[in-house]
C-alpha cells in the first residue's frame, strides 16, 4: 500500500465505521420495557424455555404422517401467541422435531403442559348396563367399549364410537357455574358440529355422554333433553389457569400426534440477570486489561492497535445486528476472547516491525516490511481457527453457535482492523510527518538462544506420562464424566433463601428414589445442583418445595435431555473434532508440506487429550461448553504452531547456510517473544472470564486456560521438535 492509497482508504475506514454506528446502536435496550434494542438477548441472558419436542407419527401413515410435524407445528404456535408470549422462535428441525424458545417464560410446568398437551376432545356415550360394567371390572372386556377412570374415584364403562370431536369446536372460553363459582370451559360448535350434537343429545336423552379429552373423562352429564344451541360446557377441577389452558389448546386444535420432550432447557429471570452483569464484568476486564497492556508495552503502537481493538468490537456488534443474531452467553465468551486474539495480530505485525528496526532500517520501510513478513503467518493462524469456529457453527446448536459466530466476525474484522486499519494510521502519520520512529519496550532484549530441541525427548515423556494419567481418570469416571447433553438426564440448579446442607438435600430425594443423584453445593452459596434421571424435574421440585416450607427455592437453571438426543449429540461432537482436525490437517498441508501437518496435528491430539485428562482430574464434566472450548483450543493452539512454521519456511527459503534442527531452534527463539504475548494477552481476557464470567462458563473457561499452557507448550516442545525427528529430516 502507497500513502497515494490514503485517498481512498481513509474514506473507506470513515464509511465502515459510519455503517457500523448505524446499525449497532443502540445494541441493547435502553431502559426496562422498551424494545429498541438492536441486539436480542439469548435465553440464557434473559431467562426463558428452549425445547426440542420430537412428534410421534410412528402410529400415522401416508400424508399424515409427512405432513404431522408442520401441522403440529403451526398448532403449537397458534397456542403459544394465545399463552401472550413475546417473541417466541418455533421452527421444523429435520423430519419430525420442532424447536420452540420461549423467551422470558417462568412457569415452565403450565408452558410444558400447555404445549405437550394433545388436546383430542372426543364425546361418547356412556353405557348404564350394569352387567357389562361388572364383566370390564372383572376383566372381561365387552367388545366395542372400553373402561375408563372417574375423577370420584368410580368407574365408567364407554363406548368405543366417537360421537363427536374437537374438530367442530369454534369457540371455547373461561366462565363459571352458577351453584359454586368454579371456572368451566364453555364451547361452541360450527354449524355442521351444533346439528351433530343437537341430533346426538337428541338420540341420548337420560343417557351419559361423557366428554374425553386426550383419553381422560373430564365429565359425564346426564342429557336431559336435546340441545339444539351448539353449545357445551367442559366441568372439572379446574382453577383459572389449567382452564384457561385447556379453552387456549382447543381453539388452536388438536395435534395430529403425541408430542415428545426430548430437550428442555430453562434458565430463571435471576440467573439471566446474573450471567448479564457478570458477562460484562469480566468483558469489561479482559478488555481493560489488554488495554492497558498494549499502551504500556508497544506505546505508540499500543495506542493505534487499541483504536483498532474498539472498531473490531463495534464491528462485532454491528455484524449481530444485521443478521438479526441473538447474543448469548457463549456468544459473550466468545467476544471477550477475541479481544485477546485480535492483538495477535497486531503483536505480530509488531514483532516484525522491532525486527526491521534492528536492521537499521528507516521506519516506513520498516513498516512496509512488518506488515508483508507478517501477513501470511496472520492469514495462516486465522484461517485455522475460523476452520473450527466455522465446524462449532456447523454442528453445534442454540449458545454454541452464537459463541462459533461472534469469534468468526471476531477474526474476520481483526484482519480487517489489525491490518489494514492500523496500517492506514501509520501511513498516515508518515505522511504528515508526525512518526519518526516506533518505541516499543522489550523484555527480551535480545532473540535467546535456548536449545529447545535438546529436551525434546523429556518432553515427549512428560506428556505421555501426563496424558495417560489423565485418560486414567477418564476412563475410572465412567459416564459421570459427561454432562446430561451427552448422556441424556436432567440437571436441576436451586438457590434457596437460607443455607441447606447436602446431607439434607440427599435425605429428602431419597424418599422419593433419587437419594443415588449427584448432588453438589456452588460455593459459599445457597445454590443446590442435581443431577438425575429424566422426568425427576416436577418430584423432585415438588419434594424440595413440600421438606423445606420455611426455606423457599427459585428455580435458577434447568437441563433435561432424553437418551437418543444425548447419544445424537456425543456422535455430533466426535464428528465435529474428526472434522476440524481433517480441515486443519489438509490447510496445513496445502500451505506447508505433510511433516509439518503431521508435527500440527500431532499437538492438537496433544493439547486436547492433555486438557480432557486436567478436565477428568479436576472433577468436571465434559458438557457442551467444554467441548467448544477443547475445540477453540485446537484452532488456537495451531494458530500459534503455524506462526512457528511459517519462519521456519521463511528461513528455508532464504537459504540461509544451517540444518534443519538449526532452523527450527532458531524460529522457535525468534517467535518466542511472540509466543509469550499472545499467550498472555489471551490468558487475560480468559482469566477475567474465569474470575468474574459466573459459574455458567466457569468450565469454559477453566477448559480454556488449562488449553491455553497446553497449546502454548505444544508448539515449542512437541510440533516443532517432532519436525526433527520425522524420517529424513536430519539428513535435509
Known amino acids: 500500500m502507497t500513502q497515494q492509497s490514503l485517498k481512498w482508504r481513509i474514506p473507506l475506514i470513515v464509511v465502515v465505521v459510519a455503517v457500523c454506528l448505524f446499525y449497532a446502536i443502540p445494541p441493547f435496550n435502553t431502559a426496562p420495557g422498551k424494545n429498541d434494542g438492536k441486539i436480542k438477548l439469548g435465553l440464557d441472558l434473559q431467562g426463558g424455555m428452549h425445547l426440542i419436542l420430537r412428534v410421534d407419527t410412528s402410529k400415522l401413515e401416508g400424508k399424515a404422517k409427512d405432513d404431522a410435524a408442520a401441522r403440529a407445528m403451526e398448532i403449537i404456535r397458534n397456542r403459544i401467541d394465545q399463552f401472550g408470549v413475546s417473541e417466541p422462535s418455533i421452527q421444523i428441525e429435520g423430519a419430525d ?69 374437537g374438530k367442530y369446536i369454534t369457540n371455547a372460553a373461561v366462565n363459571f357455574e352458577s351453584q359454586f363459582n368454579e371456572p368451566v370451559v364453555s364451547l361452541e360448535f360450527n354449524p355442521e358440529g351444533a346439528k351433530l350434537f343437537s341430533d346426538i343429545t337428541g338420540a341420548h336423552v337420560n343417557e351419559r355422554l361423557a366428554i374425553v379429552l386426550d383419553d381422560k373423562v373430564q365429565s359425564a352429564p346426564v342429557i336431559n333433553e336435546k340441545i339444539p344451541s351448539g353449545r357445551a360446557q367442559i366441568s372439572g377441577r379446574f382453577d383459572y389457569d389449567s382452564a384457561n389452558d385447556l379453552a387456549i389448546a382447543l381453539r388452536a386444535g388438536a395435534l395430529p400426534a403425541p408430542i415428545i420432550v426430548e430437550e428442555e ?28 497492556f498494549m499502551a504500556i508495552y508497544y506505546l505508540l503502537g499500543g495506542v493505534v492497535a487499541n483504536f483498532a481493538l474498539l472498531l473490531n468490537i463495534l464491528i462485532i456488534l454491528a455484524a449481530l445486528s444485521y443478521f438479526h443474531a441473538t447474543l448469548t452467553l457463549p456468544g459473550i465468551a466468545g467476544t471477550v476472547l477475541t479481544i485477546g486474539m485480535a492483538v495477535d495480530t497486531n503483536v505480530l505485525i509488531f514483532e516484525r516491525i522491532r525486527e526491521e528496526l534492528a536492521l537499521k532500517k528507516p521506519i516506513s520501510a520498516a513498516l512496509v516490511a512488518g506488515y508483508h513478513k507478517a501477513l501470511s503467518a496472520i492469514i495462516d493462524s486465522n484461517l485455522t481457527t475460523l476452520i473450527t469456529a466455522a465446524i462449532l457453527y456447523l454442528m453445534g446448536s442454540g449458545p454454541i453457535k452464537g459463541f462459533a459466530l461472534t469469534l468468526s466476525i471476531g477474526l474476520i474484522a481483526s484482519m480487517f482492523t489489525g491490518i489494514f486499519v492500523t496500517r492506514t494510521i501509520f501511513d498516515l502519520m508518515l505522511a504528515k510527518g508526525s512518526l519518526k520512529n516506533i518505541r516499543m519496550l522489550q523484555f527480551l532484549k535480545k532473540t535467546p538462544n535456548l536449545n529447545f530441541l535438546k529436551v525434546r525427548k523429556i518432553c515427549y515423556l512428560v506428556s505421555i506420562t501426563l496424558i495417560l494419567v489423565g485418560m486414567f481418570a477418564f476412563v475410572k469416571r465412567g459416564g459421570a464424566m459427561y454432562g446430561v447433553e451427552f448422556t441424556g438426564g436432567s440437571f436441576q440448579e436451586y438457590r434457596f433463601k437460607k443455607p441447606v446442607a447436602v446431607e439434607q438435600i440427599r435425605r429428602s430425594l431419597s424418599e422419593i428414589g433419587y437419594g443415588t443423584s449427584t448432588i453438589q453445593k456452588v460455593g459459599g452459596t445457597n445454590e443446590i445442583m442435581v443431577r438425575a434421571a429424566q422426568g425427576s424435574e416436577k418430584p423432585i421440585a415438588d419434594k424440595l418445595k413440600k421438606d423445606f416450607p420455611d426455606n423457599p427455592y427459585e428455580v435458577l437453571r434447568l437441563e433435561s435431555m432424553g437418551p437418543v438426543v444425548g447419544g445424537e449429540m456425543k456422535m455430533k461432537a466426535m464428528w465435529a473434532i474428526a ?108 482469566l477475567s472470564l474465569f474470575f468474574y464470567g459466573g459459574e455458567v462458563i466457569n468450565d469454559f473457561a477453566f477448559t480454556m486456560l488449562v488449553g491455553l499452557i497446553f497449546g502454548s507448550y505444544s508448539t515449542v516442545y512437541i510440533a516443532a521438535p517432532v519436525l526433527v525427528d520425522w524420517p529424513g529430516s536430519k539428513k535435509k
Do not use: C
Open 265 to 292: 432447557r430453562s434458565v430463571g429471570p435471576s440467573l439471566g440477570k446474573d450471567s448479564v452483569e457478570q458477562g460484562i464484568r469480566a468483558s469489561v476486564i479482559g478488555f481493560a486489561a489488554v488495554v492497558i
Open 97 to 165: 422435531r420442532i424447536v420452540v424458545q420461549l423467551p422470558g417464560v417462568t412457569d415452565r410446568e403450565r408452558a410444558l403442559a400447555l404445549i405437550g398437551k394433545t388436546a383430542l376432545l372426543e364425546f361418547k356415550v356412556v353405557s348404564d348396563d350394569k352387567e357389562k360394567l361388572k364383566e370390564a371390572q372383572a376383566g372381561k372386556m365387552p367388545a366395542g367399549y372400553k373402561l375408563y377412570k372417574a375423577e370420584d374415584g368410580g368407574e365408567y364403562l364407554i363406548q368405543n364410537e366417537v360421537l363427536l370431536t
Open 579 to 686: 472434522l476440524s482436525l481433517l480441515g486443519i490437517w489438509f490447510y496445513v498441508i496445502y500451505r506447508f508440506d505433510f511433516r509439518f501437518a503431521f508435527g500440527g496435528i500431532l499437538a492438537l491430539f496433544h493439547d486436547s487429550l492433555a486438557t480432557i485428562g486436567v478436565v477428568a482430574l479436576s472433577g468436571r464434566e465434559i458438557s457442551i461448553p467444554v467441548f467448544a472450548a477443547i475445540l477453540t483450543i485446537s484452532g488456537y493452539s495451531i494458530n500459534d504452531t503455524v506462526v512457528i512454521f511459517d519462519r521456519i519456511r521463511e528461513r528455508r527459503r532464504m537459504g540461509v547456510k544451517e540444518s534443519f534442527e538449526q532452523s527450527i531452534n532458531i524460529s522457535v527463539n525468534q517467535t518466542l517473544s511472540r509466543t509469550i504475548l499472545t499467550s498472555m494477552t489471551v490468558f487475560m481476557v480468559v
